[in-house]
């Protein structure tokens, strides 16, 4: 549907999602199942089953039909944002999720215009819905009083070579994840490995649009510290703007097996920026917070 984007989020002002202040645009689904997610239920895509509708303890959801197939309906004055219909969700999926369609998405960017640097599409797996993205992206960059925001992706990296080429003369700029090093570790986190991740940051960068690319320490589950020799000859390599995010594995959001994997502490994520700059990697940006 490139007309309208399945949305699980959207955030007014942000200054962790791209340079400056962004209105942030969480789009549903994701095509990786990592097991330290922190958001899950961005993960699937709801088929109105009804499972969570007798967890709401304020009577928010209800279902209806409509062309003769279930609907689930979310009545957002009542919700108290409890998220207990998270919980039971056997989709990995969000009874709140909303749909947009680029010209609703333009006016509640037009109404915090004069606060706004840029717009970041985020996930989920953004680029899931590749078309929409480039079809607001243009809208935005034909529009006079829009075209002076900056249009930014954030990524898991799996979108092909063709998808990014599809994007690139609307993309000011990508941030891309690179959930760890070797096949088998990036296969085990998420359940797909990573060739993809690496391709879509080298073009990225052959292109001047990589922004950043992001590292998830996760002490003893992600390789990067075992494997800190070969990361750093890949991110050496990288034009010297691009900057490299650490983020520090935390529990917050986290269901399952992973809950059981260690923090990631100041100490541990200063050895690794030390790690890598002897090797180096510049341009490291520490994470903003260890909660
Ligand atoms: S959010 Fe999940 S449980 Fe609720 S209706 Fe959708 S798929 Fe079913
Ligand atoms: S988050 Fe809202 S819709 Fe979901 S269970 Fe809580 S009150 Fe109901």
Redesign the pocket.
Known sequence: MTNIAVVNQIIPFSCVDGPGSRLVIFMQGCNYRCKNCHNPHTIGL???????LPSCPTQALSLITSNNKPQ?IWNEALCTQCDL?LT????Q???KTQRYSVEQLLTLIRQQLQFLNGITISGGEASLQLPFIIKLFSAIKADKELAHLTCMLDSNGSLSNSGWQQLLPVLDGAMIDLKSWLQDTHRYITGRDNHRVIDSIEFLASQGKLYEVRLLHIPGVSDFDSEVTAVASQLQALPKKVRIKLNAFQHHGVTGAALNWPICSEAQIKQLATELCQRGVHNIVLPNSYL
Do not use: F, I
């Open positions: 709801c088929d109105s089953c009804g499972d969570c689930v219909c039971v969700c056997p989709k999926s969000s009874p």
